[in-house]
């Protein structure tokens, strides 16, 4: 790894860990919108789409498979409150059914290791609200074929199934828009406050708790 890349790397890595450790302590509020006793939710600094956001444990783990079961369900958990949360602000029709995410469409996902696209090693989830007509542009690379592949029919193992016995699919393959990056850019302090208070606000009108 040429040196200007590796001492990026480092960076990267240590402001994430600095990230997780000041979470801990809480001295880090105006990003986390949401803690438990090993989670914690975050606005993202350059999301792909609106309402990209991140769950992440409280312990610096690189793999998914270090976390204790007790984390682990900690962590879906948070990551299922905060979809149902994300469906209230993003997709009005289930604000009369806050258990009902199903109003809206979401890519939730993992990226565990670095040949999966991690860049670096703290686990996070990813929830990202896929609101009809925001997509990012055309043009991808070869590290979102995977992503094509499993959305496409190359993916869909039960399509042919579905046709043979129920007709045709409501939609057949599901695929989504692929993002570019390069579009991608970094967002303000101001612009992360704000959006963490108001899904703060949301999740408070669920009901739900959040640790200090």
């Given at each position: 790894?040429?040196?200007?890349?590796?001492e990026?790397?480092v960076?990267?890595?240590?402001?994430?860990?600095?990230?997780c450790v000041?979470?801990?302590?809480?001295l880090?509020?105006v990003?986390?919108?949401?803690k438990?006793a090993?989670?914690f939710?975050?606005?993202?600094?350059k999301?792909?789409l609106?309402?990209?956001v991140?769950?992440?444990p409280?312990k610096?783990y690189?793999?998914?498979?270090?976390?204790?079961?007790v984390e682990?369900?900690?962590l879906?958990?948070?990551t299922?409150l905060?979809?149902?949360?994300?469906?209230?602000r993003?997709?009005?029709?289930?604000?009369?059914?806050?258990?009902?995410?199903e109003?809206?469409?979401?890519?939730?996902a993992v990226q565990?290791?670095?040949?999966?696209g991690?860049?670096?090693?703290h686990?996070?989830?990813h929830?990202?609200?896929?609101?009809?007509g925001?997509t990012?542009?055309?043009?991808?690379g070869?590290r979102d074929?995977?992503?094509?592949?499993?959305?496409?029919e190359?993916g869909?193992?039960g399509?042919?199934?579905?046709?043979?016995?129920?007709?045709?699919?409501?939609?057949a393959?599901?695929?989504?828009?692929?993002?570019?990056d390069?579009?991608?850019?970094?967002?303000?302090?101001?612009?992360m406050?704000?959006?963490?208070k108001?899904?703060?606000?949301?999740?408070?009108e669920m009901?739900?708790?959040s640790e200090?």
């Amino acid at each position: 790894m040429p040196q200007q890349d590796s001492e990026q790397f480092v960076s990267s890595l240590n402001a994430k860990r600095l990230t997780c450790v000041l979470v801990q302590r809480g001295l880090i509020r105006v990003q986390v919108f949401f803690k438990t006793a090993h989670s914690f939710a975050l606005v993202n600094l350059k999301p792909l789409l609106q309402g990209h956001v991140l769950i992440c444990p409280l312990k610096p783990y690189k793999r998914l498979t270090d976390l204790l079961p007790v984390e682990v369900t900690d962590l879906f958990t948070t990551t299922q409150l905060v979809q149902k949360m994300l469906a209230r602000r993003y997709f009005p029709s289930a604000s009369s059914s806050p258990a009902a995410p199903e109003a809206g469409s979401f890519n939730i996902a993992v990226q565990d290791g670095a040949d999966a696209g991690q860049t670096v090693p703290h686990v996070h989830v990813h929830i990202i609200p896929r609101i009809p007509g925001e997509t990012g542009k055309d043009g991808s690379g070869p590290r979102d074929e995977i992503y094509e592949q499993m959305a496409g029919e190359e993916g869909n193992v039960g399509g042919a199934l579905w046709d043979k016995e129920l007709g045709k699919r409501p939609k057949a393959g599901g695929q989504f828009a692929t993002i570019e990056d390069a579009m991608r850019k970094a967002r303000s302090m101001e612009e992360m406050v704000e959006e963490a208070k108001s899904y703060r606000a949301l999740l408070e009108e669920m009901g739900a708790v959040s640790e200090k």
